[in-house]
T-cell receptor
Framework: DGGITQSPKYLFRKEGQNVTLSCEQN?????MYWYRQDPGQGLRLIYY???????QKGDIAEGYSVSREKKESFPLTVTSAQKNPTAFYLC????????????FGPGTRLTVL | QKEVEQNSGPLSVPEGAIASLNCTYS??????FFWYRQYSGKSPELIMF????GDKEDGRFTAQLNKASQYVSLLIRDSQPSDSATYLC??????????FGAGTRLFVKA
């Protein structure tokens, strides 16, 4: 089955720790995205990547880092510099054209203890 | 700052009625418009997309776009309790970035 997978589904982090969220797709999509969703708010773009070994900051990149070493994978690291990381994190992908919709993974819910 | 605005709701309609969800956007250069449905705790799933002015119908769903007035709407006919969810409007102006609204919560009463 083609699709996007994210792991883990739930993640708990202690203050001061870095954590990495996994995102993998087998849709052969060039573009991948990371969003953050807080209760009652829309999706806010953290980082996006149009092609392997290239990525750009979104609207709220501070405290986050990414890599794109493979077309299929786009992991997100939430660093200790992110002051309020508790949120629902969504990974998405598409072909990257203007009219192409984004397909979302199931999400990771991160909670800081 | 490019914005997409939606009424947060909740919008409550009886089963079988028409639900009307509205969205306005600020960037006149916007070219692609999407409606996603999101159940609580789940990821968004695409309902409709529309690129041209006018109406686009898909089953019980109709998307309406008016670029001159900068609004896009979603009509859900014969609303069912399973339609109860948050509906996200998303707008793409160009490039790779898509701007999402905060969503409208819809509640369909059985």
């Amino acid at each position: 089955d083609g699709g996007i997978t994210q792991s883990p589904k739930y993640l708990f982090r202690k203050e001061g720790q870095n954590v990495t969220l996994s995102c993998e797709q087998n849709l052969n999509h060039d573009a991948m995205y990371w969003y953050r969703q807080d209760p009652g708010q829309g999706l806010r773009l953290i980082y996006y990547s149009q092609i392997v070994n290239d990525f750009q900051k979104g609207d709220i990149a501070e405290g986050y880092s990414v890599s794109r070493e493979k077309k299929e994978s786009f992991p997100l690291t939430v660093t200790s510099a992110q002051k309020n990381p508790t949120a629902f994190y969504l990974c998405a992908s598409n072909r990257g054209t203007l009219t192409d919709t984004q397909y979302f993974g199931p999400g990771t819910r991160l909670t800081v203890l | 700052q490019k914005e997409v605005e939606q009424n947060s709701g909740p919008l409550s309609v009886p089963e079988g009625a028409i639900a009307s969800l509205n969205c306005t956007y600020s960037d006149r250069g916007s070219q692609s418009f999407f409606w996603y449905r999101q159940y609580s705790g789940k990821s968004p799933e695409l309902i409709m997309f529309i690129y041209s002015n006018g109406d686009k119908e898909d089953g019980r769903f109709t998307a309406q776009l008016n670029k001159a007035s900068q609004y896009v709407s979603l009509l859900i006919r014969d609303s069912q309790p399973s339609d109860s969810a948050t509906y996200l409007c998303a707008v793409k102006a160009g490039g790779f970035k898509t701007i999402f609204g905060a969503g409208t919560r819809l509640f369909v009463k059985a």
